[in-house]
């Protein structure tokens, strides 16, 4: 499976702008993801973002906890520039982003246990020979069960009813999640106080049903 399809860079970028998000200290490309670690080890809580978009999410919940420490992924340059000028505004010390995708994060990610795990509206790839690019499937859940613990909570939203059933599926199969019985559907967004992204006011405008889930660690 590759690691992401689908467009890097936004149009009319100019490669001094690129210069600047790619010497930011708290952008992490291939060639700083190493320094993850050290120059996070003050905190105690980790939260990861996978495909922040625009970053209207992440930029909200770390503004809000400045304790925890918040990583985001996302290949697709946009949402970088806005979390650059966020960060900088807002003097953030506590959120960290990179372009790697999901899968190639995960090679650095070894040692880290997240708290949160949010991924909101992941590309549904809605042709049926497209399917198998979807980012939820069997090895993605797998691969959750090595970054999380016991209190870990993952937060999946999507609009999309045949991604929605793969979504379920692939967590009911696996051995270490299940769906929460107690904060379910729209609970879920503001019960974690999730903002409102690009891709939600999509599915608002044209009156798609938005579905919230939350997965926890199955109790031993
Ligand atoms: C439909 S958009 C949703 C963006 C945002 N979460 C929102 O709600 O507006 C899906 C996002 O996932 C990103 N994405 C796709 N594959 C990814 C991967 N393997 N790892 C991380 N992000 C990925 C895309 O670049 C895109 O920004």
Same mark, same amino acid.
């Given at each position: ?14 490669? @001094? ?14 060639? &700083?993801?190493? /320094?993850?670690?050290? &120059?996070?080890?003050? %905190?105690?809580?980790? #939260?990861? *973002?996978? =495909?922040?978009? %625009? ?10 906890? +400045?304790? +925890?420490?918040?990583?985001?992924? @996302? ?10 000028? +966020? ?11 990179? #372009?790697? =995708?999901?899968? $190639? ?26 399917? &198998? ?11 959750? *069960?090595?970054?999380?613990? $016991?209190? /870990?909570?993952?937060?999946?939203? /999507? @609009?999309?009813? @045949? ?9 009911? !199969? ?12 729209? *609970? ?15 599915? &608002? ?10 997965? $926890?660690? !199955?109790?031993?």
């Amino acid at each position: 499976m590759l690691n992401f399809y689908g467009r890097k860079y936004p149009r009319n970028i100019k490669n @001094d702008q690129l210069k600047e998000l790619y010497d930011f200290k708290f952008f992490l490309d291939k060639s &700083k993801i190493k /320094t993850f670690k050290t &120059k996070t080890k003050k %905190f105690e809580t980790f #939260n990861l *973002e996978i =495909g922040f978009g %625009f970053g209207e999410n992440i930029f909200a919940q770390s503004a809000k906890n +400045d304790k +925890d420490l918040f990583l985001g992924c @996302d290949p697709y340059l946009s949402g970088s520039f806005n979390l650059k000028k +966020d960060i900088k505004t807002f003097s953030l010390k506590n959120l960290f982003f990179t #372009n790697l =995708g999901f899968l $190639e994060l995960f090679e650095f990610l070894k040692n880290t246990i997240f708290t949160k795990i949010v991924i909101l509206f992941p590309d549904p790839w809605p042709k049926k020979r497209h399917k &198998k690019r979807r980012l939820i499937n069997s090895s993605f859940v797998s691969l959750l *069960e090595l970054i999380t613990f $016991e209190k /870990t909570k993952i937060i999946v939203a /999507t @609009d999309h009813e @045949d991604y929605l059933s793969q979504i379920l599926y692939e967590f009911y !199969k696996s051995k270490s999640f299940e769906l929460s019985t107690e904060v379910i559907g729209y *609970e879920v967004y503001t019960c974690f106080d999730i903002s409102l992204t690009k891709y939600h006011k999509k599915a &608002k405008k044209s009156n798609k049903r938005v579905y919230f889930l939350l997965f $926890e660690k !199955k109790k031993s």
